[in-house]
């Protein structure tokens, strides 16, 4: 499966972007998705992530609240709408498809290229 990121720009704090993540060869709906971003000079961190039908959802504590990710199994997609937008939420967003809708990057099989997002003070 090839994933797809997009959506990702130059906001000023306090606004909004929606990532978009699209898959190809594989149907995104047998699987979990899940965003992650890294930082220059940082560690890549989880974001969030939901299981195969969207029915399950889970944050990390950073954006809990301002962040909501969603799936359109008919267009095989998932997005991450993001509001409330930090300076600190400048990174690189990659999106991953994997087995389990799991915090920890090492269990997604596959990972799209990546989308800045960039948050101006």
């Known amino acids: 499966v090839q994933l797809q990121a997009s959506g990702g720009g130059l906001v000023q704090a306090g606004g909004s972007l929606r990532l978009s993540c699209a898959a190809s060869g594989r149907a995104l709906s047998s699987s979990a998705t899940g965003w992650f971003r890294q930082a220059p000079g940082k560690e890549r961190e989880f974001v969030a992530v939901c299981n195969w039908s969207g029915g399950y959802t889970y944050y990390a504590d950073s954006v809990e609240g301002r962040f909501t990710i969603a799936r359109d199994n008919a267009r095989n997609t998932v997005t991450l709408q993001m509001n409330s937008l930090k300076p600190e939420d400048t990174a690189l967003y990659y999106c991953?498809?994997?087995?389990?809708?799991?915090?920890?990057?090492?269990?997604?099989?596959?990972w799209g290229q990546g989308t800045q997002v960039t948050v101006s003070s």
């Open positions: 991953a498809a994997g087995d389990y809708p799991d915090p920890r990057s090492a269990t997604y099989h596959y």
